[in-house]
């Protein structure tokens, strides 16, 4: 896994800094030859999206996920022994803000970043379902706003584990195996920018899922190839609400709606990642921060209250 040269990489997730998975990353991008700087949450921020939450104080009033570190720590710190891994208290798009604004400044001269890499995930993100509600992809589509080169990286090994727990050097367990492909994408990248200035066009980012992978998912799945994929599609599905008479409690449901299948841009005849992140695939989907519709789309709506436009 040696990089063709050596990269300055911002690293965040989701699930905490002290998850298993951003640690194997961590270890396995330096190991490669890149300069990493660790920027994640100090707690559990699955599901927060791009919301943009800082610190409410100095102090966490809390444990740390896992207690790593305890209530009454500072809001934000790095490992005592290496001064490139560091948590904040707040979302994983303040954790981007935080590492752009001021600890690379502060404490690494105002380092250039070639890459914002966000995760891998501890659960997968398929699909514009969790477009919009992983804080994975939060993270990567603010630096994505901020200009920078950004992937959002998704496993589905849910485990939401510590890394004093699980972390070690099985080439066949999942957080390793989820780490070498990262590794080998990230470089291949590297690889074919050669002397442009950008790894990715302005404005766009990846979103990557990775398969049930390892012997301690009981997969024999290895080595999942990677495939070009889309994030809509037909059978894909919305949350919805359903609610148990019996405990009188709302339990999640799934609602198939066919506007998920409606092809808006991009290469309609792709697979789309739910389709394809099964049987030892992973999925890599290219996403523009440009929202507006198409501009046929878009003529046909405006057509139906043009008459009270300025």
Known sequence: MVAASAKNILLTNDDGWAATNIRAFYRDLKAAGHNVVMVAPAVQMSGNGGKFQLAASNTLETDAEFGYPPAGSPSWGHEENDLNMWYYNGTPAACVAVALDYI???????MTVDVVLGGPNEGDN????????SGTIGAVYYATERGYPAIALSAANSNNSFFKDNLDD?????????????????NALFEKQGDNQRLLPLSTGLNVNFPAAGSDLGSDCMDPVFYHSRLTGKGFYAYGAAVNETTNTVD????????????????????????IVSNCASSISVFSLDPDSKKDVTDGVIAKFDSILS
């Open 252 to 275: 999640y449901g799934s609602a198939y709606l066919n506007a998920l299948g409606v092809c808006s841009a991009g290469d309609c005849s792709l697979p789309a990642e739910f389709d």
């Open 170 to 186: 099985d080439p066949n367990h999942a957080p390793n195996i989820y780490s070498r492909k990262s590794v080998e994408l990230v």
């Open 104 to 110: 690379l400044p502060t404490y690494f001269n105002n």
């Open 126 to 133: 398929l699909g514009e379902r969790d477009f919009v509600l």
